[in-house]
């Protein structure tokens, strides 16, 4: 009996010990040492605790600087104010607090490096105002510094996004892309650009077994992740499903936006497939348009051989592009050139100069790229 009280008191003597290490631990100077999100990390040789910043101000009546939001203490972060792209309701605003719609188009400049870099000037000469950045963690910061400073020479915009992780249903890899933008190297390209950039998380995360609540559960710590870096601008966030489910959105597009503490999110729907009837099309617009939520349409393709392609793509470009105008909706098609033969037939270019009649459809019809663009206000 003895020796039980005796082994009881011991093992009450190590989780009292513990407990107190546990609130005797400082709290941490960055989210960053917390890879893992178990909201410890490890920083000065020892553990720290990862206090999460509140969403709101009216969690610190006292203004202490402390809060309580979700049973937990905060931090009061005092806001930054943006320096880039913002949205408001339903509209993206450039850095100036006008309006922005995008008229862009998709460039590989992760597979094609030197040929995307030098057809920036012929893009931008059709009225492109946005380049949608493909990109891999692989890339170097420095590259991608020079090629956003490019694109600002063309007098265009950019979204930059990640491919590595296509079609995963695995939170460790948009986690894992989400700590590639929080790399101190890599933010510091983003804040040098950051009056004429967005950042897009993550290229089509989520094949067709991903739903819609388990996309918002995932996308959260990866905006938190952006955030507690100090990256202030837009942050674009690709539907479920190959980006073809406009669902996600329209179901939690405010849960992750309420989440956001800068409510800067803008949803992005890639249009192939799933969008072969128009009514769809009208109706995921609209839908966003009613809900004040923001829309881009990230990715489309056309109606090729009748939908006899490897997409199982018959949507109707062209009316696309009309109800993008009608709503005020930014549209990037897909893509420069580059792509591999099942997938040729989305080529804009032909050798990187010549103009494809996908080309010809997505800058020079009727509410094409060169008839509708409008360069960013910053520029």
């Given amino acids: 009996?003895?020796?039980?009280?005796?082994?009881?008191?011991?093992?009450?003597?190590?989780?009292?010990?513990?407990?107190?290490?546990?609130?005797?631990?400082?709290?941490?100077?960055?989210?960053?040492?917390?890879?893992?999100?178990?909201?410890?990390?490890?920083?000065?040789?020892?553990?720290?605790?990862?206090?999460?910043?509140?969403?709101?101000?009216?969690?610190?009546?006292?203004?202490?600087?402390?809060?309580?939001?979700?049973?937990?203490?905060?931090?009061?972060?005092?806001?930054?104010?943006?320096?880039?792209?913002?949205?408001?309701?339903?509209?993206?605003?450039?850095?100036?607090?006008?309006?922005?719609?995008?008229?862009?188009?998709n460039n590989p400049h992760a597979w094609y490096d030197t040929?995307?870099?030098?057809?920036?000037?012929?893009?931008?000469?059709?009225?492109?105002?946005?380049?949608r950045v493909v990109w891999t963690m692989s890339g170097s910061p420095s590259r991608l510094d020079q090629i956003l400073t490019a694109i600002e020479a063309q007098?265009?915009?950019?979204?930059?996004?990640?491919?590595?992780?296509?079609?995963?249903?695995?939170?460790?890899?948009?986690?894992n892309m989400a700590n590639y933008w929080a790399r101190a190297d890599v933010v510091a390209i983003l804040k040098k650009h950051e009056r004429t950039i967005m950042v897009n998380i993550a290229n089509e995360w989520g094949d067709n077994n991903m739903g819609a609540l388990q996309w918002r559960d995932a996308y959260m710590q990866p905006i938190t992740t952006l955030r507690n870096a100090g990256l202030t601008t837009t942050i674009v966030i690709d539907s479920p499903k190959w980006g073809q489910d406009a669902s996600g959105g329209l179901l939690y597009g405010w849960d992750l936006l309420n989440h956001d503490p800068?409510?800067?999110?803008?949803?992005?729907?890639?249009?192939?497939?799933?969008?072969?009837?128009?009514?769809?099309?009208?109706?995921?617009?609209?839908?966003?348009?009613?809900?004040?939520?923001?829309?881009?349409?990230?990715?489309?393709?056309?109606?090729?051989h009748n939908g006899n392609n490897n997409l199982g793509s018959k949507v109707d470009a062209p009316l696309l592009m009309q109800y993008a105008q009608q709503f005020g909706i930014g549209y990037v098609a897909w893509s420069t050139a580059g792509n591999d033969?099942?997938?040729?037939?989305?080529?804009?270019?032909?050798?990187?100069?010549?103009?494809?009649?996908?080309?010809?459809?997505?800058?020079?019809s009727q509410y094409g790229i060169s008839n509708t663009a409008v360069k960013a206000s910053i520029y």
Avoid at 156 to 165: F, P, Q, R, T
Avoid at 278 to 297: A, E, G, H, Q, V
Avoid at 349 to 364: A, C, R
């Fill in 1 to 105: 009996m003895k020796q039980y009280l005796k082994r009881l008191l011991i093992a009450g003597a190590i989780v009292l010990s513990a407990a107190g290490q546990a609130l005797a631990a400082p709290n941490c100077a960055s989210a960053a040492s917390d890879p893992d999100g178990d909201g410890w990390g490890w920083e000065n040789n020892q553990s720290c605790k990862v206090v999460p910043n509140c969403a709101s101000a009216a969690s610190d009546p006292d203004g202490d600087g402390w809060g309580w939001e979700n049973n937990q203490s905060c931090k009061v972060v005092a806001q930054v104010a943006a320096k880039g792209f913002s949205v408001s309701g339903s509209v993206l605003k450039d850095a100036n607090g006008n309006a922005f719609i995008a008229r862009g188009v």
């Fill in 115 to 131: 040929q995307a870099y030098d057809v920036l000037a012929n893009l931008a000469g059709r009225k492109t105002n946005l380049i």
């Fill in 155 to 175: 007098k265009m915009v950019s979204i930059v996004e990640l491919h590595d992780g296509t079609g995963s249903n695995d939170t460790t890899v948009l986690q």
């Fill in 262 to 304: 800068r409510h800067n999110l803008l949803f992005s729907v890639h249009a192939y497939g799933s969008f072969n009837n128009s009514n769809d099309i009208y109706n995921m617009m609209n839908n966003y348009k009613s809900n004040n939520l923001p829309l881009l349409i990230g990715e489309f393709g056309y109606n090729y």
């Fill in 341 to 364: 033969a099942g997938n040729a037939w989305l080529d804009l270019l032909t050798n990187w100069s010549g103009t494809t009649s996908w080309g010809n459809t997505v800058w020079y």
